[in-house]
């Protein structure tokens, strides 16, 4: 039996995440008051529901208070209760309400800005008992439908830490979701060498170029120290997802190499990993006709199990790079992020 309670900041996509939830079979309600959770959950408890996914956010006013009393009682009881916490920039809160023109749930005349920093302030308790947080800011719907996915619906069934290892690169943005984030633009780069710039994080001559350096080497051991120190008390403390972002210039070279080369090695020391590649296929456009060493080219953020420490990893088939067909929104998608500005 599970259960996700899905909360956050007013027009951060809840709404979406909502659809999202029930596209993958999830029964899902919207604005339950606190008082009535500990009921539904008891109708989870009994069987009558499978899975589910509650949506609870300060629209649920005077009764809001009473919300962290109600998930104290779900941590007790016999369900796989997770929370899945969506923040946003309020930058981006503020164009998605001018764009919309709805208004804030805690805008009572003081404003537009004031209400998402009260808002913030309140949902502070929630977003540190979160165990998913999703800044929402720069992602797309389907990368929203993907992160879900792969969080709570494919490994739905798994328990323990899951660590999710993810490659971007600096100039598409900064990972806003990660839980600790490795700059690794000190290190050689193989984007400036003729013969291999056109190649991607998977070749074998690209990690080659990056693991032969003696300072890749020394900073590989030191990675290691680190994360075997500190991945560890994250799961000690009952932390069911931690995100690790690796970060270079154009996510297709260092950062892919290294993401590989840790979710391979985190697997050898017994965490369940996921990795996937961010930016990835964004030079795959501008990159010459000639496929990668391993003959694949890999779409913005694919999925896959971590490859074996020291091998080459094995993709199968190669998915199709993503279109603008995939990456544009449409009328649907717009007025959906739209309704979503109301909460």
Partial sequence: MQLIVITGLSGAGKGLATRHFEDFGFFCVDNLPPML???????????????????????????????????????????????????????????????????????????????????????????????????????????LRSEIERTFVSLEDATGLLVQVESFGFKHGPHASADLVFDVRFLPNPNYDRDIGHLDGYAPPVIDYVMRESVTQEFLGKWQDFLSFVVPQFQNEGKAYLTIAVGCTGGRHRSVALTNWLGAWLGEQGFRVKTSHRDLARGAHNAPATPNAGGSSLAQSQTFEAPVLGEAPVLGEAPALITDEDVSFTDEDVTLVGEDARR
């Avoid at 503020?94 to 919309?100: D, K, N």
């Avoid at 920093?117 to 979160?130: F, G, I, K, S």
Wanted: glycine share 8%.
């Fill in 37 to 143: 959770i500990p009921s539904f959950a008891e109708l989870l408890e009994r069987g009558k529901i499978g899975k589910a996914a509650l949506v609870v956010d300060v629209r649920g006013g005077e009764f809001f208070p009473e919300l962290i009393e109600a998930l104290d009682d779900l941590e007790g009881r016999e369900l796989d209760f997770k929370t899945l916490f969506l923040d946003c920039d309020d930058d981006a809160l503020l164009t998605r309400f001018q764009e919309t023109r709805r208004k804030h749930p805690l805008d009572n005349g003081g404003g537009l800005t004031d209400a998402i920093a009260r808002e913030r302030e309140l949902l502070v308790p929630l977003r540190e008992r979160a165990d998913k947080v999703v800044n929402t800011s720069r992602v797309t719907p389907r990368e």
